[in-house]
């Protein structure tokens, strides 16, 4: 049995050590072909602060308030206590009680961080690690440090000037955390009798305020569906997909310019990249010979031939288009990968590609991306719907519970 390891530096390679595990978890999302970093940095473009390991907005309220609840504290028991081992059991008790709470009210407890294992030891995943840079980027914890560095300032006894990004700030402990850490509505003392996952409204207005006002988030989808009222709309109509919601956007003029073309921009590169997705998941149905599989691929091929074609996906210098993220993010792409989207965006330019060529080149990059451990070398023992990505999501079923949560209380 084979397993994985890492060394934990920091609360942030946690965050994504764990996102990445829970993202192989979920259909659909293994990245097969080493298209991550520009599926990422478009996200983070889009939906910046969110992420697919999160559940639901309260977590938003909750993680700071419990921290408060230490800040409150006497400085003795603070310092018998320190803020990471605090963290640690307030946070398997919320669970406790969200759980509780959700089987009073006949509620299921689906979006409960823990609930099936707060029983058995407490939450792996804890929110406090799963929403910490959500935190950061809508500015409810106005930190730049990574989780593990602010629980250690902390327990020294808060280095403000390292730890506050302002200049507010004084000598005792209650007011400095007050100057770093917000207090949502409703957060002082105990938790109200029978919390569910469910907001008020005032909470509501708390995150759709941090949503839309928090620095540099102007242009992003959130800010700007609930900046514009829209975030009611885009969640009717069956805007399930990435790919519908992408549709709905470009038509509402309300949004900003920028934030539509960051949308059409991730929805072309989805498109571009779905095909290799199709020619990879048929090279494993001839691998495994699996005839339903094949004529699954080639009905999605051709589906797909005919969207790209119409939408104009492959032209000269559609590759550079695809990678501009990157170049504005800094995110880190391989060569390999960048040299894959050349060749990818060139052999479909053809009136009818290929099919030898499209296969050769899927294959390599399979097998360069991930050497020995590529389906195409190791194929499946078991045989699935899917292998690997489709069309890229960006984030969106996340942020969808999200706005779902404040919309539900607070029509906008």
């Known amino acids: 049995m084979s397993s994985i390891g890492w060394i934990d530096f920091s609360s942030t390679d946690r965050k994504r050590v764990h996102e990445v595990l829970a993202l192989m978890k979920e259909p659909g999302t293994l990245d097969e072909l080493g298209f991550g970093q520009l599926r990422d940095a478009y996200a983070d473009t889009l939906f910046p602060g969110f992420s697919t390991i999160q559940t639901r907005a309260r977590y938003f309220l909750a993680v700071p308030k419990i921290m408060r609840d230490w800040a409150d504290w006497p400085d003795a028991k603070r310092r018998r206590q320190p803020l990471d081992e605090y963290l640690k059991i307030a946070e398997n008790e919320f669970a406790r009680m969200l759980k509780t709470n959700h089987d009073a009210a006949g509620l299921p407890p689906d979006g ?45 006894g808060g280095e403000v000037q390292q730890v506050v990004s302002s200049d507010e700030g004084s000598d005792d402990t209650g007011e400095r955390f007050e100057a770093i850490v917000r207090r949502p509505p409703g957060a002082q003392g105990d938790w109200p009798a029978g919390l569910t996952l469910k907001l008020d409204v005032a909470e509501a207005r708390f995150l759709r305020e941090r949503f839309t006002t928090a620095q540099d988030l102007d242009d992003t989808v959130c800010a700007q569906l609930l900046s514009n009222n829209l975030a009611g709309r885009a969640l009717s109509g069956g805007h399930t997909s990435f790919a519908a919601f992408s549709a709905w956007a470009a038509r509402q003029l309300a949004l900003s310019q920028p934030c539509r073309d960051n949308i059409a921009a991730a929805q072309r590169f989805s498109l571009a990249v779905e095909g290799a997705h199709i020619v990879f998941n048929r090279l494993i149905a001839e691998g495994i010979d699996d005839g339903d599989l094949r004529a699954r691929c080639n009905e999605r091929y051709a589906d797909w031939r005919a969207t790209t074609k119409l939408a104009g996906i492959f032209h000269p210098g559609a590759d550079l288009e695809w990678l501009r993220v990157a170049d504005a993010s800094e995110a880190r792409v391989k060569q390999r990968t960048i040299e894959f989207l050349e060749q990818w965006n060139a052999l479909n330019q053809a009136h009818t590609p290929k099919q030898s060529g499209l296969d050769a080149l899927v294959r390599t990059q399979a097998v360069g991306n991930k050497p020995e451990r590529s389906l195409l070398i190791k194929l499946p023992r078991e045989r699935a719907d899917w292998y690997g990505m489709g069309a890229l999501d960006y984030r969106w079923q996340t942020v969808r519970r999200m706005l779902e949560d404040i919309v539900e209380v607070l029509p906008c």
Do not use: D, K, M
């Not at 939450?123 to 560095?149: D, K, M």
């Open 112 to 156: 409960v961080i823990g609930h099936t294992v707060v029983e058995q030891g407490g939450v792996a995943r804890r929110p406090s690690s799963t929403y910490w840079n959500g935190l950061r980027v809508f500015e409810i914890v106005r930190t730049q440090s990574s989780l593990a560095e602010f629980c250690r300032y902390w327990r020294r």
